[in-house]
């Protein structure tokens, strides 16, 4: 009915995030190994990682609002969400927000996180793989 509209949520928080990290990332860090030779590649800036979360939080709320609105379950007159109007179907509504919207929320951040592993441990081993110029 309206789980989508968890995912939505995080999505706006993580956009303002973006925003504010974007703004105090000055450049790309270099690559930097013990010897203090710098490599030809850059760490990914975290504000782009985040981006990669917006982006799959939007698009999956952007789907599902569309197969919603394919169900008829959104209208474009109020109140928008057809269980909204009745009281009975508003608290079955909030309930699949509750387990449903936080469910799909909680994945998609979790497949962000792994996303993350592997591109540390990327970096890490471009890293490592770097020559010593001395």
Not at 39 to 58: A, V
Not at 120 to 133: C, G, I, T, V, W
Request: charged letters at 15%.
């Amino acid at each position: 009915m309206a789980c989508f509209l968890v995912p939505v949520a995080e999505a706006v928080v993580t956009t303002v995030i973006t925003k504010a990290v974007k703004s105090r990332e000055t450049e790309p860090e270099a690559l930097k190994a013990d010897t203090g030779s710098f490599g030809m590649g850059s760490k990914i800036p975290f504000s782009r990682k985040l981006k990669w979360l917006n982006n799959m939080l939007w698009g999956g709320s952007a789907l599902l609002a569309f197969e919603h609105v394919w169900h008829g379950e959104i209208v474009p007159w109020f109140p928008f969400l057809t269980a909204a109007s009745d009281p009975a179907e508003a608290s079955v509504m909030i309930s699949e927000m509750a387990t449903v919207g936080v469910s799909m929320a909680a994945l998609v951040t979790a497949v962000w996180g792994v996303m993350l592993l592997v591109t540390n441990a990327m970096e890490k081993k471009a890293l490592r793989a770097q020559p010593d110029s001395n």
